[in-house]
């Protein structure tokens, strides 16, 4: 069917708009080129390994593991949780938590902060 495009290239098209969305968006917040489009690209592809996590949690807990054809079901699905967890949310999650508060938190809207509360940490 000439004309249609796979499911697979319509989400990889989303993500694609969503990681310019996001690194726009840090941008005009005044966040610099460079990290933001380092933070757009961790936010949306943690976010994407994320939610396969939450996929392949779901059909886990279909499976029931008393039965073997359950349990072998639901142990190939604890693997696959595992390989998105352990690979590629931890790997985003860990960039993104090391830049986020310097090159995000204390960034934005900082210059509609009064002048002796710029650089510092809100208060809890």
Request: hydrophobic share 40%; net charge positive.
């Amino acid at each position: 069917m000439a004309g249609r495009i796979s499911k697979s290239k319509r989400q990889a098209g989303a993500h694609v708009r969503f990681v310019r969305r996001l690194d726009r968006w840090l941008k005009a917040a005044g966040v610099s080129d460079a990290a933001a489009s380092y933070l757009a690209v961790d936010l949306a592809d943690g976010l994407f390994a994320a939610d396969r996590v939450r996929h392949h949690l779901r059909r886990m807990l279909r499976y029931n593991p008393r039965t073997k054809r359950g349990a072998d079901a639901a142990s190939g699905e604890a693997i696959h949780l595992h390989v998105y967890a352990s690979g590629e949310l931890r790997f985003h999650l860990n960039r993104l938590l090391r830049r986020w508060e310097r090159e995000v938190i204390d960034v934005v809207g900082a210059e509609h902060r009064p002048r002796a509360a710029r650089g510092r940490k809100p208060r809890a």
